[in-house]
């Protein structure tokens, strides 16, 4: 019962995604859920003790994806939203997914974070 409500609620995730106000020059936050996808059942704790290797891959992906200020100002404010919308282990996607997957993910990782101010600190591309 479980597994079907955390897939409901990934589905509303989505649908609430495709129609953010939040384009992200070349990245939007629908094609961020995409990629995070792999990750779910690990971010809901339904899956294994450790991401898998599609999910480090998408991790991977997703950080390659990260090419300007802007871009991580937006994906900043989509990672707010999925981290507020889907029932996810905060702490697996800020420490374990990187240590694990030895990947430097270039956004804040905490729904209170103010993304306006975060993005100043990288260089711009």
Known sequence: ??????????????????ISPYPTN??????????????QDFLV?????????SCCGAMKELVSKVTSRQVRRDLCKCMKQIILAFPIDVGK??????????????VPLDPNA??????IFFSSN
């Open 45 to 53: 704790g339904n899956g294994p003790p450790t991401p898998s290797a």
């Open 114 to 119: 103010d993304c306006s101010k975060y993005a």
């Open 26 to 39: 070349g990245l939007t936050c629908d094609e961020t859920a995409g990629i995070l996808n792999p990750c």
């Open 93 to 106: 996607l800020q420490y374990i997914i990187p240590q694990y997957c030895k990947v430097t993910i270039p």
């Open 1 to 18: 019962m479980t597994s079907c409500w955390s897939l409901l609620a990934f589905g509303i995730v989505i649908m609430v995604l495709i």
